[in-house]
Nanobody, 120 residues
Framework: QVQLVESGGGLVQAGGSLRLSCAASGIIGSINYMAWYRQAPGKQRELVAQISSPGSTNYADSAKGRFTISREYAKNTVYLQMNSLQPEDTAVYYC??????????????WGQGTQVTVSS
């Protein structure tokens, strides 16, 4: 059974920092990438940052220079360090894992989401 356990969300003042964690277990096959998405009230879910198995990263423009995604391979854990948080970063943040359980097949998994609230 696949589980993505997220932690680290909370309430922070503008300019503050938070570190999100997502530990994946039960993944079959190879992990292609791990990522963080977010969804604010009334908005679509959007990609925040992604890290692939070779270690290359991709960030949304809004995250560049403020957020850092990293991965601990041995623990199948992905982190999102968020600095200089602003009220517009308020959202539910979701962990996403894409894996290949067998050749030619890709599967997406989602965490339950963790709330990040930034007060002005």
């Amino acid at each position: 059974q696949v589980q993505l356990v997220e932690s680290g969300g909370g309430l922070v003042q503008a300019g503050g920092s938070l570190r999100l964690s997502c530990a994946a277990s039960g993944i079959i096959g190879s992990i292609n990438y791990m990522a963080w998405y977010r969804q604010a009230p009334g908005k679509q879910r959007e990609l925040v940052a992604q890290i692939s198995s070779p270690g290359s990263t991709n960030y949304a423009d809004s995250a560049k220079g403020r957020f850092t995604i990293s991965r601990e391979y041995a623990k199948n854990t992905v982190y999102l360090q968020m600095n200089s948080l602003q009220p517009e970063d308020t959202a539910v943040y979701y962990c996403n894992v894409n894996s290949t359980p067998r050749p030619g097949v890709r599967v997406n998994y989602w965490g339950q989401g963790t709330q990040v609230t930034v007060s002005s």
